[in-house]
């Protein structure tokens, strides 16, 4: 428990960073599939949000590094050392995606622009997700040394960052289809069910670690109430979506003319899409401080 507090600012880069990746994803192939270019144009004005999530966890984790002049030493390790990857990786994505993002207010992208812009920009957000899953395989380590390790983090991200994409989508004022809303909505149940089998698994593989003074199961003694937690606040979270993407299929009041009808109903939809990544991402940064909890080094 201490070592999760004492590394707080980790688990919220590990709780944030993924899932603003996963939630420009889907923005990102909501421009690429719009037929129309106002949609595409206002989609992309905000891709803001994802970003903003990523870079403030990876703001978050630069405090990790003790001073500023530490980061020059996770530049010398670009290519042996996972940590220097993932800082690669960070800034490649931020850097593409924050130019395309600038780029977008301007009038003249085409649809094949947007496309070969946007899939290396989505390629190195992978990536990045994909080196700070890695980061924590350390052989002194034993408790992070698991292969559910990087999988806990990727469910993680596929559990909360769908729905960040969704509140860019409502933010923008450019709602999804109702299947589109539909799969992402079965991607963040799905792998919030499963994360919550192989956190399961990850708990039974804790009670065969044991060192002269402590078991690692001792770290995390409420795990099962944790899971608990966290598939109540996916689960409220799955609902508000739902709900929220219900609400466009609603009749207009006589009494009230469609324009007013339109603008209220998009307020709330948008609230209970906020109110939705507030508890997926809380659901997210539970897993995460868990995971940080239960450290342990060989021999100690």
């Not at 984790?61 to 020059?72: I, K, R, V, Y």
């Not at 960040?164 to 409502?170: D, E, I, N, Q, S």
């Not at 003074?213 to 003694?221: E, F, G, Q, Y």
């Amino acid at each position: 428990m201490e070592t999760a507090i004492n590394e707080i600012t980790l688990v919220l880069f590990t709780t944030i960073a993924p899932a603003g990746v996963i939630g420009y994803l889907l923005m990102a192939a909501a421009i690429v599939r719009a037929s129309k270019k106002d949609r595409a144009d206002a989609i992309s004005r905000h891709l803001v949000v994802p970003l903003v999530l990523a870079i403030s966890g990876l703001i978050a984790s630069a405090t990790h590094l003790g001073t500023p002049a530490n980061a020059l030493y996770v530049i010398t390790g670009i290519g042996r050392s996972p940590l220097s990857n993932e800082v690669v990786a960070a800034v490649a994505f931020l850097a593409l995606g924050g130019i395309y993002w600038i780029i977008s207010f301007r009038n003249d992208l085409t649809r094949a622009f947007r496309t070969a812009w946007l899939v290396p920009t989505i390629a190195a957000g992978l990536a990045f997700v994909w080196f700070i899953g890695v980061a924590y395989s350390v052989p002194s380590v034993p408790t992070w040394n698991l292969p559910t390790a990087p999988l806990t983090l990727w469910l993680n991200a596929l559990s909360s960052g769908p729905i960040v994409g969704l509140f860019g989508l409502a933010l923008a004022r450019q709602e999804p289809s109702r299947r589109a809303a539909f799969v992402a909505l079965a991607v963040t149940a799905c792998a919030a069910a499963a994360n919550a089998g192989v956190l399961a698994l990850e708990w039974q593989a804790l009670e065969g670690i044991v060192t002269t003074t402590t078991r690692a199961t001792d770290l995390v003694p409420n795990l099962g109430l944790l899971l608990g937690l966290y598939l109540t606040l996916e689960a409220g979270a799955v609902a508000l979506c739902a709900v929220a993407s219900l609400r466009k299929t609603l009749p207009a009041p006589a009494s009230i003319d469609p324009f007013t009808v339109a603008r209220r109903t998009g307020t709330v939809r948008l609230l209970l899409t906020a109110g939705a990544g507030v508890l997926a991402l809380a659901a997210s940064f539970a897993v995460r401080f868990a995971f940080y909890a239960m450290h342990m080094t060989v021999g100690v």
